[in-house]
């Protein structure tokens, strides 16, 4: 893309913010170009954005009826899925999974609470509720 091809339409999911983008400049190099985004964007964030929430909101109802552990409401709720949470705490995405499981979450140690609370940027006594 030319850098004067970037678009600047604007995108409400960045608030305000710009964000760098690479193109290619009149001498054909490439650098770094501001832009406000775009339209198209901002549909697929939204998008992405609404699938989190109706993951989460799913999850709450099983974490309710005892189907599923809180923690992965609060992976939707953070928005994130098995491999990003998985990498966020540096376990394998089987070992995640596995904690999606009520009865295997429940007898998580108090060290992987705290990892699983860090890569969620929530304090480990809330990790334990949903809603």
């Known amino acids: 893309m030319d850098a004067a091809d970037v678009p600047q339409e604007g995108n409400a999911t960045h608030e305000g913010q710009r964000r760098a983008v690479y193109a290619r400049d009149a001498e054909g190099h490439l650098g770094l170009v501001l832009s406000r985004g775009w339209q198209v964007e901002e ?7 609404e699938t989190f929430d109706e993951l989460a909101a799913a999850a709450l ?5 005892g189907e ?32 999606l499981r009520p009865a295997v979450f429940a007898r998580l140690s108090p060290v992987l609470r705290a990892r699983y609370a860090a890569a969620l940027d929530m304090d480990a006594a809330r990790l334990s509720e949903a809603g």
């Not at 549909?43 to 954005?49: G, H, K, L, P, S």
Request: net charge positive.
């Open 61 to 65: 109802v099983g974490v309710r009826t």
């Open 43 to 49: 549909i697929v964030t939204r998008q992405a954005v």
């Open 68 to 99: 599923r552990s809180p923690l992965e409401y609060h992976m939707y709720r953070a928005r994130m899925d098995v491999s990003l949470l998985a990498q966020a705490t540096g376990l394998w995405r089987w070992r995640v999974r596995r904690h």
